[in-house]
């Protein structure tokens, strides 16, 4: 069976880190996309990172650039997001997904979705 499970989300105060994890099962994650997407309280889910496949090249929106790092463990077949430097408006559900690779990650077609962790930033 082809699943992701996030982990890791929490409360944490502004100024604050967390890292999230993203296990797959039933497929090899060094053989594909893996984005992660942010659905904030009253709005869209949205795309803000991601990385490709084998080669681990990574992409970030700009809002996260420089605060959060996506990296993967090919032993553990999981997939991390590093986040430091959080914000309130970082608060959100937090999903990772997975798509076949292409020479761009953030143009993927995600299409196997884990089930989504919380994560607040509050004072």
């Known amino acids: 069976q082809v699943q992701l499970v996030e982990s890791g989300g929490g409360s944490v105060q502004p100024g604050g880190s967390l890292t999230l994890s993203c296990a797959a099962s039933g497929f090899t994650v060094d053989h594909y996309a893996i984005g992660w997407f942010r659905q904030a309280p009253g709005k869209e889910h949205k795309g803000f990172g991601c990385?490709?496949?084998?080669?681990?090249?990574?992409w970030y929106e700009d809002s996260v650039k420089g605060r959060f790092t996506i990296s993967r463990d090919n032993a553990r077949n999981t997939v991390f997001l590093q986040m430091t430097s959080l914000k309130v408006q970082d608060t959100g559900v937090y999903s990772c997904?997975?798509?076949?690779?292409?020479?761009?990650?953030?143009?993927?077609?995600?299409?196997?979705w884990g089930q989504g962790t919380q994560v607040t930033v509050t004072s």
């Open positions: 990385i490709s496949a084998r080669d681990n090249r990574s």
């Open positions: 997904a997975a798509a076949p690779p292409r020479p761009q990650c953030q143009t993927a077609a995600y299409a196997t």
